[in-house]
């Protein structure tokens, strides 16, 4: 019988421990240097569902996708197309530690991202400048 309620035991308290590393990535988070780089992490089922906001390389817009992931050894991992991504939670800072860079929780004082929507004209000089004048 108490080696029932052993295996009981053991099994709740890996399942709690399991349990506080996930809760440990939902939620949102802000890149630290860059208010419009984002992850909204929600669980799915025993995996984890990612959605990432980024700038464009390309165009003034905001990059939206939402990834497959899963956690293991309490690294959470991105399936980005072609490639694998790794996130960890450091438990010193509250961060989320990425290769680009780290995501802290969002405050009441953060600024709404802000893409710039119109670009500067660009000035091309004069021909006639150039032009040699008699």
């Not at 860059?34 to 992850?39: G, K």
């Amino acid at each position: 019988m108490k080696t029932i309620y052993l295996a009981i035991f053991s099994s709740l308290v890996i399942s709690a421990c399991s349990n506080s590393a996930s809760n440990d990535y939902v939620g949102k988070w802000v890149n630290v240097k860059s208010e419009c780089r984002t992850f909204e992490i929600e669980k799915n089922g025993a995996n984890f569902l990612v959605k990432v906001s980024e700038p464009s390389m390309f165009s003034r817009e905001l990059k939206i996708q939402t990834v497959p992931a899963s956690l293991k050894d309490e690294i959470l991992r991105l399936e980005i197309p072609g490639n694998v991504v790794a996130l960890s939670f450091n438990k010193n800072t509250g961060n989320l530690v990425t290769p680009k860079g780290d995501y802290r929780r969002p405050t009441e004082k953060d600024k709404a991202c802000q893409i710039p929507t119109t670009a500067e004209p660009i000035k091309l000089p004069n021909p006639e400048d150039y032009r040699n004048k008699p």
